[in-house]
């Protein structure tokens, strides 16, 4: 699944089945290729992030979450990837070569573990196993 | 691969670490060795007002000089930069402005930039002249191959007649230049 086919995805609570949000973003390690937690939108409180271990499922339509009371006002390392210049979206994204390759326009991810697959780039299709790492200044990537 | 490269465009670049932060920039190229090698980097900090930095980045450093950033392992692949330059030659910068003269007593014209050849050394390969009208008609600026023994000084700089024939306009052709002006010297034996 793409993150944009997954943005707006509402997210259900099992135990009340009422909607606790819709997703607003995917937060990402970068450096473990993986979607960590979701930022969602219109949640009862403050708390907005869902922590991608507390997901039932990310399904076709919906994402089920056991209950609103699982969201998070993240902190430590879960607040720094939850900065919004971390998103992948839109990154620069730099070859170990000291090529720029294009800006990330899209994420393919595996919905079954929040593995990222493929990035979507200006420049062609990148495969998750050449990530290296997101900084201050671009997205890095092994040189093909 | 080899890619060439301007000076000026390498000025300015991005200076990324692997995990992707952008650290510094580069403020000078500094030659060093024999052949006019690119012993390393002055830098400056990032950011319009960012001044020079106290460190250097010596060529051993460096893992990728590409088309948009020079890539580092991490900081601590820096080195005070005195020590840098203590490596040069001559710096860069000194060759800005300096008349190129053949050894047959040609002035060719006014170099503009330096062309490297980068790989996993940067080598000068050759200049980038405002050239005079013995050289060309329509004053565009061409670039001129070099011996891979001349070294980069900020004396008057003395080329080969030769180089006049191997003249060209843009970067793409000119890594083939280079080699075919270098195989004449050593088919004639003339490089010095």
Same mark, same amino acid.
């Given at each position: 699944?793409?993150?944009?086919?997954?943005?707006?995805?509402?997210?259900?609570?099992?135990?009340?089945?009422?909607?606790?949000?819709?997703?607003?973003?995917?937060?990402?390690?970068?450096?473990?290729?993986?979607? +960590?937690?979701?930022?969602?939108?219109?949640?009862?409180?403050?708390?907005?992030?869902?922590?991608?271990?507390?997901?039932?499922?990310?399904?076709?339509?919906?994402?089920?979450?056991?209950?609103?009371?699982? %969201?998070?006002?993240?902190?430590?390392?879960?607040?720094?990837?939850?900065?919004?210049?971390?998103? %992948? %979206?839109?990154?620069?994204?730099?070859?170990?070569?000291?090529?720029?390759?294009?800006?990330?326009?899209? +994420?393919?991810?595996?919905?079954?573990?929040?593995?990222?697959?493929?990035?979507?780039?200006?420049?062609?299709?990148?495969?998750?196993?050449?990530?290296?790492?997101?900084?201050?200044?671009?997205?890095?990537?092994?040189?093909? | 691969?080899?890619?060439?490269?301007?000076?000026?465009?390498?000025?300015?670049?991005?200076? @990324?670490?692997?995990?992707?932060?952008?650290?510094?920039?580069? /403020?000078?190229?500094?030659? #060093?060795?024999?052949?006019?090698?690119?012993?390393?980097?002055? *830098?400056? #900090? /990032?950011? *319009? *007002?960012?001044?020079?930095?106290?460190?250097?980045?010596?060529?051993?450093?460096?893992?990728?000089?590409?088309?948009?950033?020079?890539?580092?392992?991490?900081?601590?692949?820096? &080195?005070?930069?005195?020590?840098?330059?203590?490596?040069? &030659?001559?710096?860069?910068?000194?060759?800005?402005?300096? &008349?190129?003269?053949?050894?047959?007593?040609?002035?060719?014209?006014?170099?503009?930039?330096?062309?490297? =050849? $980068?790989?996993?050394?940067?080598? $000068?390969?050759?200049?980038?002249?405002?050239?005079?009208?013995? *050289?060309?008609?329509?004053?565009? /600026?061409?670039?001129?191959?070099?011996?891979?023994?001349?070294?980069?000084? #900020?004396?008057?700089?003395? @080329?080969?007649?030769?180089?006049?024939?191997?003249?060209? =306009?843009?970067?793409?052709?000119?890594?083939?230049?280079?080699?075919?002006?270098?195989?004449?010297? /050593?088919?004639? #034996?003339?490089?010095?």
């Amino acid at each position: 699944m793409r993150f944009s086919e997954g943005r707006g995805h509402p997210v259900v609570g099992t135990e009340t089945a009422d909607t606790v949000g819709k997703v607003q973003r995917f937060v990402v390690d970068a450096s473990q290729a993986r979607v +960590v937690a979701l930022v969602l939108k219109k949640t009862p409180d403050k708390a907005d992030v869902l922590r991608w271990a507390d997901v039932i499922t990310f399904g076709p339509d919906a994402v089920t979450v056991p209950s609103a009371g699982l %969201l998070v006002e993240p902190d430590g390392e879960l607040a720094r990837l939850t900065n919004k210049k971390r998103s %992948l %979206l839109g990154q620069r994204v730099l070859t170990d070569a000291g090529d720029n390759i294009g800006e990330v326009d899209d +994420v393919d991810f595996d919905p079954a573990d929040g593995s990222i697959r493929h990035l979507l780039t200006s420049g062609g299709e990148v495969d998750a196993a050449r990530l290296l790492g997101l900084g201050s200044y671009a997205l890095m990537v092994r040189h093909s | 691969m080899t890619v060439l490269m301007r000076v000026t465009e390498v000025s300015g670049r991005p200076v @990324v670490t692997v995990r992707g932060d952008d650290v510094a920039q580069v /403020r000078d190229v500094v030659y #060093g060795g024999g052949n006019g090698e690119v012993a390393g980097f002055t *830098l400056a #900090g /990032r950011g *319009l *007002l960012a001044g020079p930095l106290k460190h250097g980045l010596p060529w051993g450093g460096v893992r990728a000089l590409g088309r948009d950033a020079v890539i580092i392992d991490d900081e601590s692949v820096f &080195q005070p930069r005195d020590e840098v330059i203590a490596r040069a &030659q001559a710096k860069g910068g000194d060759v800005f402005g300096s &008349q190129v003269l053949t050894d047959d007593g040609v002035e060719l014209g006014e170099v503009v930039d330096v062309v490297l =050849d $980068v790989d996993e050394y940067a080598d $000068v390969v050759g200049y980038e002249i405002d050239p005079t009208e013995a *050289l060309s008609k329509d004053n565009k /600026r061409v670039l001129i191959p070099l011996p891979d023994t001349l070294a980069v000084s #900020g004396e008057r700089l003395i @080329v080969p007649a030769a180089a006049v024939d191997f003249v060209t =306009d843009d970067l793409a052709g000119f890594g083939a230049a280079v080699e075919a002006f270098r195989d004449r010297l /050593r088919e004639s #034996g003339s490089q010095t």
